[in-house]
């Protein structure tokens, strides 16, 4: 198959930066790939009309759009004449730009942290396998105050904001309803934080929020063998594929980002087999309360 017009070749994006994108960003670029794809026209065509270079409009089209932006210039650019698609453009880029509830977090949290919490605003499903901490979504105030100081590089002032930021994301997913599958890996469950009455709060959370119909918990087993855990990752579904699905993946002091549909669909395939390997919701949540009643009691 021939390359499309101005297609971007790069499959993984780091998140760092002034040009981290949101999920509202990436919606609007997709938006104005798929269209262009549609008419047949190169990024240099539009670039041209524009007066500007073809990697600021691939930048634009993968969620980076730059800080001074003529939308509707470049709207006419595009050749977006339906109304109602113009209009869908218009408001994602003016969402990204308000950055709405993320604005009082955006000094203390790093711009990786933001488009994670962006992408779940948007995101009708997630599928989350995690092999270092209990995922963000999953933890209690205490349990994500012991992760968070373990950071070197948050300030002192920043630690509580940070929490605060972890409870809104929480709060906005949960009272959504929509649904998050989640893969735990055993001896993550195992590894003890802050103290013994955090870690037992920690997994009766987890235990509670197991029996929630839009909450599945599963726990992958130590004594399995051959279990595909390598790395942790968080599968993003958006609704009407307005977005292709995004795998996000963030490591120590930052994290990166993936759409490419081959690489995509190679994690889908991992977490999928990871699922199967795993025990199911009832048989999870009756090994964490087993874990719970193992948990010592002294540091």
Known sequence: MAPQPGRDKRQVRHLHGDGSPSAEKLM?????????????????????????????????????APKKLDIERTLDAYQLNDATRRSHVVEMFTEAEAKGWLRPYKTAASNHALAQASFESMAQRMRVSDVSSIPGLLQTREYA??????????????????????????????????????VLDEALLMRLYGSPKVMRDQLDHLIALSQLPYVELHVAPRSQYDLPIWSSATIFDFPDKQVPDIVYVEELNTAFYMTHEEEVDERVKTFDHLLRMSFRADLSRARISDLRRHVPDRR
């Open 28 to 64: 609007a670029g997709f938006a104005l790939r798929t269209h262009r794809e549609k008419m047949g026209v190169t990024l240099e065509h539009i670039a041209r009309s524009l007066g500007c270079s073809a990697s600021t409009l691939s930048r634009l089209e993968t969620g980076r």
């Open 145 to 182: 105050r012991a992760i968070i100081r373990l950071s070197l590089r948050h300030k002192p002032e920043d630690i509580e904001r940070l929490v605060e930021l972890r409870m809104e994301r929480q709060r906005r997913w949960f009272e959504s309803q929509k649904l998050i599958i989640c």
